[in-house]
Antibody
Framework: EVQLVESGGGLVQPGGSLRLSCAAS????????MSWVRQAPGKGLEWVSI???????YYADSVKGRFTISRDNSKNTVYLQMNTLRVDDTAVYYC??????????WGQGTLVTVSS | SYVLTQPPSMSLDPGETARIPCAGN??????VHWYQQKPGQAPVLVIF???DRPSGIPERFSGSNSGVTATLTINRVEAGDEADYYC???????????FGSGTKVTVL
């Protein structure tokens, strides 16, 4: 059974940093497409970032230059380093994965609140 | 950037057929995936590659994609189908995933 468990969310001030983790079981993060998707309160889904099997990474325009996705194959975990956080980054952040360009598996999400 | 447009909402009676459109420039040339999200829950994949169904998804759910519109069809809607539905594509031109704005389906 595949499980994705996010952690690291919380309250942070504007301009601050946070690192989210996504611990995977039942699938190797190195062999799958791993993404972060977020959802602001009462809003729709917004894709944030992806890391491919090859290690290539891509980002939404709204986070490019501020967020960094990475993975630790030995821990089977994917990370999202979020810097220079803004109020509009407030959202539930989901980890999602698949062997292809869609999202077959999802975590339960972790809430990030950016507020002074 | 690539944009996917969905109607904000639709309401149906039980037993009716829901047809949820997802419009995008030449979307027929892309692969479209669909997700169902119920309140307080993570999204669930219901259709991938335009019309394939993951295991466990009822046959009442189907998809099509041609021209400028992809469509998720739910036959014989039930109260349990009440949810938000999102379409998604990978835009190879920008190397970005794109979600539609979402459609809230209400079963009266």
């Amino acid at each position: 059974e595949v499980q994705l468990v996010e952690s690291g969310g919380g309250l942070v001030q504007p301009g601050g940093s946070l690192r989210l983790s996504c611990a995977a079981s039942g699938l190797p993060v190195s062999g799958n497409y791993m993404s972060w998707v977020r959802q602001a309160p009462g809003k729709g889904l917004e894709w944030v970032s992806i890391i491919f099997r090859s290690g290539s990474t891509y980002y939404a325009d709204s986070v490019k230059g501020r967020f960094t996705i990475s993975r630790d194959n030995s821990k089977n975990t994917v990370y999202l380093q979020m810097n220079t956080l803004r109020v509009d980054d407030t959202a539930v952040y989901y980890c999602a994965s698949s062997g292809d360009y869609y999202f077959e598996y999802w975590g339960q999400g972790t809430l990030v609140t950016v507020s002074s | 950037s690539y944009v996917l447009t969905q109607p904000p909402s639709m309401s149906l009676d039980p037993g009716e057929t829901a047809r949820i459109p997802c419009a995008g420039n030449n979307i027929g040339s892309k692969s479209v995936h669909w997700y169902q999200q119920k309140p307080g829950q993570a999204p669930v994949l219901v259709i991938f590659y335009d019309s394939d169904r993951p295991s466990g998804i009822p046959e009442r759910f189907s998809g099509s994609n041609s021209g400028v519109t992809a469509t998720l069809t739910i036959n014989r809607v039930e109260a349990g189908d009440e949810a938000d539905y999102y379409c998604q594509v990978w835009d190879s031109g920008t190397n970005q995933n794109v979600f539609g704005s979402g459609t809230k389906v209400t079963v009266l």
